[in-house]
């Protein structure tokens, strides 16, 4: 029995990266794997044909999950008992990729998100759900911490902000944590300008908030110092070959998205 989701706006976008994580794992010679979503896409009662034809969104998508996941991953192998604050998680399924290698995992969304995702994933310890906005503050009170190493993941969001919320993001991230390392990925100012993904037109999602690169992102959050700036680029070479040399194009690493990488120590 399929389950209908009904989900519009920036929510609707989980459901269409969700579809083309699942569409990635099922080719043959897939460069992610992720099982939990299939079974997902599998349950859901929703029409992915408009997901299915905006190639734009699926490359991307998959570009970021391999990136992301390679340096989750080498973070986490560095840094033993880490807690991991994925923000704006939807359906995201990296706490099950990562398995056994962080001490707690929290996924915090907007509660009709999480409504969503309780519906089709069941978390127990050490995974756990917080259904609440990144710009409440009070999300942190749900977080067991105590001192441990603390990653913060910020993942397909901050292009759907204003720069307002980027920096109330980050000052309840610097006010709650004495030591954090965060990933975000951010989007460059002419993508916002002059891109749409088809997918989510439809959808109320529009993008609105871009940045060049970290020097112009620490302007807007001075507590955190810019630590390593990697372009989705390099997903894309590890889906189209081409990549390894129209990558190098300047214009194309910089009008790529990127996964910024900032610390900020007591």
């Known amino acids: 029995m399929k389950e209908k989701v009904n989900v519009t706006g920036v929510p609707e976008t989980m459901v269409q990266t969700l579809y083309a994580r699942a569409k990635e794992t099922k080719k043959q010679n897939a ?6 979503a299939v079974e997902l896409v599998e ?3 929703y029409d992915f044909s408009i997901a299915d034809k905006d190639n734009a969104m699926n490359y991307g998508v998959i570009a ?9 991953e080498q973070y ?11 923000i704006a998680c939807g359906l995201d399924t990296r706490c099950y990729r990562m398995k056994e290698k962080y001490l707690r995992w929290y996924n915090v969304d907007l509660p009709e998100t999480m409504k969503i995702r309780s519906q089709f994933l069941t978390e127990t310890d050490p995974v756990y759900q917080i259904a609440k906005s990144a710009m409440d503050d009070s999300y942190i009170d749900d977080i067991d911490y105590h001192g441990k190493n603390i990653l913060v993941i910020i993942e397909g969001l901050t292009m759907y902000l204003y720069e307002k919320d980027i920096r109330k993001m980050f000052s309840i991230i610097d006010k709650s944590f004495q030591k954090v390392t965060v990933m975000v990925e951010t989007m ?20 609105t908030w871009g940045v060049k690169n970290g020097t112009e992102l620490q ?7 810019v630590r390593q700036e990697v372009s989705l680029v390099e997903g894309m070479k590890e889906l ?14 910089n009008i790529s998205n990127k996964i910024i990488v900032l610390e900020k120590h007591s």
């Open 188 to 207: 460059s100012p002419f993508v916002v300008k002059h891109m749409k993904e088809k997918s989510i037109e439809g959808s109320n999602a529009k993008f």
């Open 64 to 72: 970021r999950t391999i990136v992301l996941d390679q340096m989750v």
């Open 240 to 253: 189209m070959p081409v990549y390894c040399v129209i990558g190098k194009i300047p214009a194309v690493r």
């Open 219 to 225: 302007r807007i959050v001075p507590a955190f110092s």
């Open 31 to 36: 460069k992610i794997k992720d099982e939990i």
């Open 76 to 86: 986490l192998k560095k840094h033993e008992n880490t807690v991991v604050v994925n």
């Open 43 to 45: 349950k859901l009662d």
